[in-house]
């Protein structure tokens, strides 16, 4: 992998529990002071927050909840909305965010020069925090990995009842289905998807680390999971959890072609934000160095900063080539990639 190509260190994923604040709409929050809705979990941001507070002396507040509530709750909200900053996670989500008009430009210069142009938004309404990859992976002494080449080749029926994925009402694989709209159009992504369906080992269920349980208990031989997951299964205190997922294998797909495909969480100023000067502040600090291997470290993500630190995890999977397509593109094309998926019979 080639960092200024597809910047694959470590980062990672998170920040959605509770930590709930309160400013009423009327009343605009102090100069010190900035108001974060986050869709990450919180023990995996809060840290830096903290962080972010013992360097500069600004307090940090934080709403977490899932990324469509903290969008509608934007929607209602409006102007009076407290939140300064958005959290949130695929660059599908960011992008329905900004159509919603509850964005607007960020005005730094530090995260221009800092995120590569992929990963962020051409108009500067969004900018990627880290990266998350979302490769195929195998069961060892199972799969032959160099029976594996492309996404697209897991249309072929030779894997006809050996793969597991999550359901098509999930934003990351409808954000997977965009980059192969954008990569191959919709025709052929759309055979690609009936192919897929058809080989399914069962009918979608549950999350990313189902589908790595369900390979590992020998219900398929092929998972697409997000790596992070694999990384918070084999670093979980669960000994179920980190049986199941030593037994899988990460496989790069596309490495010839395009590469594999990538996604971001990423932050936003929100349209209502009334602590810009403060805000842009913790947008830059979480882009630094020192965030970005941290965030690495702890949450198994790839860093979007160039020459970031890389956890030992995530090295041993080697480096790969990442899909450079501008990821503003999983927005506008989500959703045809929706219609295209129902069509295909994708549960």
């Known amino acids: 992998m080639k960092p200024s190509r597809c910047l694959i260190s470590s980062i990672t994923c998170g920040i959605a529990a509770a930590l709930i604040f309160a400013v009423p709409p009327s009343v605009a929050a102090a100069d010190e002071e900035v108001n974060l809705y986050s869709a990450r979990k919180e023990e995996l941001i809060k840290p830096l927050l903290d962080r972010f507070t013992e360097q500069t002396g600004i307090k940090v507040n934080m709403v977490t909840d899932k990324a469509e509530t903290l969008l509608k709750r934007l929607e209602s909200e409006g102007i009076n909305s407290p939140a300064d900053l958005l959290v949130t996670v695929d660059a599908g989500n960011l992008y329905r965010a900004k159509e919603a008009g509850v964005t607007q430009p960020i005005e730094s210069q530090v995260l221009v020069e800092a995120i590569p142009e992929a990963y962020r938004d051409p108009e500067g309404h969004w900018f990627g925090l880290s990266l998350r990859a979302r490769p195929i992976l195998y069961v060892e002494g199972k799969v032959d990995p160099a029976s594996l080449s492309t996404y697209e080749a897991l249309a072929d029926p030779a894997w006809k009842g050996r793969i597991c994925i999550r359901s098509s009402d999930n934003i990351y694989n409808q954000s997977m289905v965009a980059s192969m709209i954008a990569a191959d159009g919709v025709e052929a992504t759309e055979t690609w998807a009936k192919g897929l369906v058809a080989n399914m080992a069962r009918p979608p269920k549950g999350g990313d680390r189902d589908q790595i349980a369900a390979a590992a208990a020998g219900q398929c031989d092929l998972a697409i999971a997000n790596t992070y997951y694999l990384a918070g299964m084999l670093t979980s205190g669960d000994q179920s959890q980190v049986d199941a997922a030593q037994v899988m294998r990460v496989f790069w797909p596309n490495q010839d072609g395009r590469g ?39 949450n198994g993500e790839y860093p979007v900063l160039p020459g970031a630190e890389v956890s030992e995890l995530l090295q041993s999977w080697g480096e790969f080539k990442a899909d450079d397509l501008q990821l503003s593109k999983l927005g506008e094309f989500g959703p045809e990639a929706v219609r295209l998926m129902d069509r295909a019979g994708w549960k």
């Open 260 to 298: 594999a495909h990538v996604n971001v969480s990423g932050i936003a100023m929100t349209h209502s934000a009334k602590n810009k000067e403060a805000a842009v502040k913790l947008a830059e600090f979480l882009v630094s160095p020192e965030s970005q291997a941290w965030y690495a470290e702890v």
